[in-house]
């Protein structure tokens, strides 16, 4: 199965996860969404299957190109 890197493309805070470990995602599904400037700003999915990690925590700052979840499908 293929393993698909979801990166941040801000900088900023986790604000909520909305899709922990184990479920299914489609292509442009939010992730988690990211807070900064007072903008909250969603991490899609480029993949569909199953997040297998989420690398960040809600209240953990973030960067622009971090690494915050993975996707098998």
Do not use: F, H, Y
Request: hydrophobic share 45%.
């Amino acid at each position: 199965m293929a393993r698909t890197e979801v990166v941040s493309e801000i900088t900023g805070k986790v604000w909520k996860i909305q899709m922990p470990e184990g479920s299914q995602v489609a292509v442009d599904d939010s992730i988690l969404i990211v807070e900064s400037m007072k903008m909250e700003i969603p991490v899609v999915s480029t993949a569909a299957g199953r997040v297998v990690e989420i690398r960040v925590e809600e209240g953990d700052s973030v960067e622009d190109g971090q690494v915050v979840a993975v996707i098998e499908g």
